[in-house]
């Protein structure tokens, strides 16, 4: 278990095997709470607004819509749509 001091301005510092081990670096955040045995320090990822709204706007480009055939009953899309997803996985998983 690693010391860490509490400093001028309530600054702490990690040790750098805590640091290694988490992929923290200057200016990273972590999240602190307040658990039954101490404090409990989470990295967390932060991502600005906007920069999160233009991928998924760039993610939205790439769907291409797949209706399922009009001519086909309820039973038949659904069947259909099953083996979408199966095929989806499949791939995704070889």
């Given at each position: 278990m690693a010391l860490v001091k509490v400093k001028r301005f309530a600054q702490v510092t990690l040790p750098?095997?805590?640091r290694k081990r988490f992929n923290l670096t200057e200016g990273?955040?972590?999240e602190a709470e307040a658990v039954k045995e101490g404090i409990l320090l989470k990295p967390v990822t932060v991502i600005e607004r906007e920069r999160a709204w233009?991928?998924?706007f760039g993610a939205m480009k790439s769907v291409k819509d797949r209706k399922p055939n009009r001519k086909q009953g309820p039973?038949?899309?659904e069947e259909e749509i099953a083996s979408w997803i199966k095929d989806f996985?499949?791939?995704r998983h070889a």
């Open positions: 750098p095997d805590l990273d955040y972590l233009d991928k998924v039973k038949e899309q996985r499949k791939k």
